[in-house]
C-alpha cells in the first residue's frame, strides 16, 4: 500500500520548508528511517527520514522548492504498485480519520488525500504540464508511447493525480478533434482561486492578527545604487516574531549593574579543569544557574501566556533559551531541564548547541520549548540593551560585556568586575516590582556564587 509522506507540522509557528538538498532519485528503494531530504526551515536544516520501506514512485518538489507543511513530499510504495483508490493511499505523519469498522472488527482509517484540481479535458497541451515526473503505471506509459502522447501535456485524474489509461485515450481523442483548449482566461482565474482557497486555509491556522498588524506598509523608493535585499529564512521568520512580539506584547524593563568580581575569580580558577575534560566554561552556565534560583522562586516568570485565552500557563520544567548569534541572524537554542544538569553538563550541551546552530544542523528538538530566554549580548559589547521578548514567554534577560568599573565597597571606592543585566518582561502577567525582585535573586547568587551548589567545586 503507497504511503504519501507529507511536510510534517512541527510546531513553533512554522509554516513552510526550502529543500535544500535530496538524498534519493524518483525509483530508488528506500528503508525506514532512510534519509529522504534535507529540509531548511525558518530555524533550523533539519534531515528528513523515511516513514517506511519501499520504492519512490514520485517526487513532487526539486530542490529549491519551498514546500508548505500538509504537501505530499514523496510517495512511497511497492515497486511497480499501481495506486487504484483514493483509500489506498495512508498519510504518513499526517492525522487520519476513522471511517469505519472492517470485517474482523478492527478500525479502517482512511487519510485525507489532496488531488489536483478537476478539470474540462485530462488533456492541457504540449509544455502545460508541470516540471514533476508524472504518476503512471507502466502500461499507462506505454499506451501513451503507442499512442503519441506526453505524459507531461495530461492531466490526471486518479488518485495523488495519477495518469490512467483512461486519461491517455481521451487525451488522443482531444488531439483528433477540432476543439479549442480551455481559454486562458478560464485557466488563470482557476489558478487564482486555487491560490485563494490556500492563502485563505493558511491565515485560518496562523496567529491572529489585529488591526495594527493590519496597517498597509509604506513603500521605500529606490535610487540609483540601491540594493534590495529581500528577507528570508531565518531573517524572515525573525522579523515576523520581533513584530508580533512588539506589538502583542506591553514591554517593561528593568536594568542593574551586578559586581561580578568573585565570579570571574572563580571561572578562572576552574576553566582550567573543565578545558582538561573538553569543556569550555563561559560565564553562561553560572548565569543560566542563578536564573533557575531566580525561577523557582518566581515561576510567573517560567511561564507562557496563552493570548487567546488570556491564561498564564506555568511551567513545570525549566528550559532555559539561549540567542545565539548566526550568520543568518539569532536562533534560540533550548537547554532543556536546566534546574536538573550539573554545570559541566550545561557548559557542554552550550557549545555544542551554539556549534550546530552556526552550522544549520541543529535539530528541532533543540529549538523549542523554552520558557525564559537569555541573550548573551557580553561578547559583542554594549552596556544595557532592552531585549525583545520571545513568545509566548513572558520575560527574556539580557547579559551584557564585563568591565573593570569604580565601584563603592564597604565605603570606600575600588576597582570592580561589572557587568549591566536587563530584564524585559510582559507587563500585562508581571508587574515592576516582583521583577525587580526576581533580578535581585540573580544579582545576588551571581555577585556570591558561593550561593549555587556547583558540582564542580
Known amino acids: ?15 513552510e520548508g526550502k ?22 526551515t525558518d530555524k533550523a536544516v533539519v534531515e528528513m527520514p523515511s516513514p517506511a520501506s519501499g520504492m519512490i514512485l514520485s517526487m ?45 472488527g478492527g478500525n479502517v482509517l482512511k487519510a485525507n488525500i489532496k488531488t489536483q484540481p478537476s478539470m474540462t479535458s485530462p488533456f492541457i497541451g504540449p509544455g502545460s504540464g508541470t516540471n514533476l515526473p508524472p504518476l503512471a503505471t507502466p502500461s499507462t506509459r506505454a499506451l501513451a508511447r503507442e499512442l503519441g502522447i506526453d505524459l507531461v501535456a495530461v492531466r ?37 482561486l486555487e491560490n485563494a482557497s490556500e492563502k485563505k486555509a493558511f491565515e485560518k491556522n ?4 489585529n488591526a495594527s ?4 506598509a509604506i513603500p521605500t523608493p529606490l535610487i540609483e545604487g540601491d540594493v534590495s535585499i529581500p528577507l528570508t529564512g531565518i531573517r524572515k521568520t525573525i522579523a515576523e516574531r520581533m513584530t508580533f512580539s512588539k506589538t502583542h506584547i506591553p514591554h517593561a524593563c528593568g536594568m542593574d549593574l551586578v559586581d561580578v568580581t568573585e565570579l570571574v575569580a572563580l571561572r578562572e580558577k576552574e576553566k582550567g579543569k573543565m578545558a582538561s575534560e573538553g569543556i569550555k566554561l563561559t560565564y553562561l552556565p553560572f548565569i543560566i544557574k542563578a536564573a533557575v534560583v531566580a525561577l523557582r522562586k518566581f515561576p510567573s516568570f517560567n511561564a507562557h501566556f496563552d493570548e487567546s485565552a488570556n491564561t498564564l500557563i506555568a511551567k513545570r520544567a525549566i528550559n532555559i533559551g539561549l540567542a545565539v548569534d548566526t550568520p543568518d541572524g539569532l536562533m534560540v537554542v533550548v537547554v532543556k531541564d536546566a534546574d536538573k544538569k550539573p554545570m559541566s553538563a550545561i557548559a557542554k550541551e552550550i557549545e555544542i548547541l551554539a556549534q550546530e546552530a552556526r552550522e544549520k544542523k541543529v535539530k528541532l528538538d533543540d529549538i523549542r520549548g523554552s520558557t525564559f530566554t537569555v541573550t548573551n549580548v557580553g561578547s559583542v559589547g554594549g552596556m544595557f540593551s532592552t531585549p525583545i521578548i520571545n513568545p509566548p514567554e513572558v520575560a527574556i534577560m539580557g547579559v551584557h560585556r564585563i568591565r573593570d568599573m569604580p565601584w563603592v565597597v564597604d565605603g570606600k571606592i575600588a576597582v570592580r568586575k561589572l557587568m549591566g543585566v536587563s530584564l524585559c518582561f510582559d507587563h500585562r502577567v508581571v508587574d515592576g516590582a516582583i521583577a525587580t525582585e526576581f533580578m535581585n535573586v540573580i544579582k545576588e547568587h551571581l555577585e556570591d556564587p558561593s550561593l549555587m551548589l556547583v558540582d564542580m567545586i
Not at 1 to 15: C, L, Q, S, T, W
Not at 206 to 209: D, F, L, S, V, W
Not at 213 to 216: A, H, L, S, V
Open 213 to 216: 498588524d493590519k496597517t498597509p
Open 19 to 40: 529543500i535544500v538538498k535530496w538524498h534519493i532519485q524518483q525509483g530508488d528503494m528506500v528503508k525506514a528511517d532512510e534519509i529522504l531530504l534535507d529540509m531548511e
Open 206 to 209: 496562523a496567529p491572529e492578527r
Open 1 to 15: 500500500m503507497a504511503k504519501e509522506f507529507r511536510f510534517p507540522d512541527v510546531g513553533e509557528g512554522i509554516h
Open 60 to 104: 513532487n518538489f526539486k530542490e529549491g522548492d519551498t514546500v508548505k507543511v500538509g504537501d505530499v513530499l514523496v510517495t512511497i510504495g511497492e515497486a511497480r504498485e499501481m495506486i487504484s483508490s483514493a483509500g489506498d493511499i495512508e498519510s504518513a505523519g499526517y492525522e487520519e480519520k476513522k471511517t469505519g469498522i472492517g470485517k474482523q
Open 156 to 192: 490526471g485524474t486518479g488518485p495523488a493525480g495519477r495518469i490512467t489509461e483512461a486519461d491517455i485515450r481521451d487525451a488522443k481523442e482531444m488531439m483528433r478533434m477540432p476543439q479549442p483548449l480551455r481559454p486562458a482566461a478560464a485557466v488563470a482565474k482557476e489558478t487564482m
